[in-house]
């Protein structure tokens, strides 16, 4: 008797788990020759920059060719989405895929970038993971300017890049330094946004001392006397701020 029921019991499994697998077939197949009805765009944001928005992707989409909008869902091919959307040279990652109720979801992963360098012959952009890239038409990204004797991108990644990233951590002089200047003994000036001095910094060596030595004299010395009474403020020495009054 318990053998029967057993049996029975089994029976009954398989026949309920077939009905649900025909239902699942058909229902993806019926799925398949329905249209897209959305494409829903999930923005990663990095750290606190979003460079990369929805409009940026949608203009892909049409420009190529491969919006899926009320295309036939059979018909939308995710991997040409993934690939054509990584052209975007501020676009780090891609993920496309379909779901149940026929959408099409693209999730977005950007890259940061940190300084733009612009010269005679070089017009880029390094990120943070010291990826370089060319600047791109309709895309505007407001980081520090690099310009100068900047020949070559060993220069960019050894020398400019450390000052980049500290000047995107650290909250002042993020906020203060607008661009850096490389003259023609490969030594750097800053250029900051408030007053109108010139910063010049020398080498890379030792910067972080250099501008935290700068920030103590602003905030002791430049926020009583005017920050525009000088018209350079020298840091190439250790230990040193020596300033040249203004005309």
Known sequence: ???????????????????????????????????????????????????????????????????????????????????????????????????VDCSIRIKIYQRTPILRIITDKIDCYIDSEKNIFPAMVGLVVYVPLASGMINNFRYVREQLYPLAVFLLKNEFWNSQIEQIYVNNDLEMELIPLVGTHRILLGGVENFEKKLNNLEFFYKKILNKIGWNRYSIINLKYNNQVICTKAN
């Not at 203009?59 to 190529?64: T, V």
């Not at 869902?73 to 990652?93: N, P, Y």
């Open 1 to 99: 008797m318990l053998k029967t029921i057993v049996h029975i019991s089994i029976v009954f499994l398989l026949l309920v788990y077939s009905i649900f697998v025909f239902i699942c077939i058909n229902s993806t197949n019926l799925n398949l020759n329905k249209k897209c009805t959305r494409v829903l765009l999930d923005m990663v944001k990095n750290d606190k920059f979003l460079y990369v928005r929805k409009y940026h992707v949608y203009s892909y989409l049409d420009r190529f060719g491969i919006n899926p909008l009320k295309k036939n869902i059979s018909d939308v091919k995710t991997e040409v989405i993934e690939k054509t959307l990584r052209k975007c040279e501020l676009i780090k990652k891609v993920i496309v895929y379909k779901t």
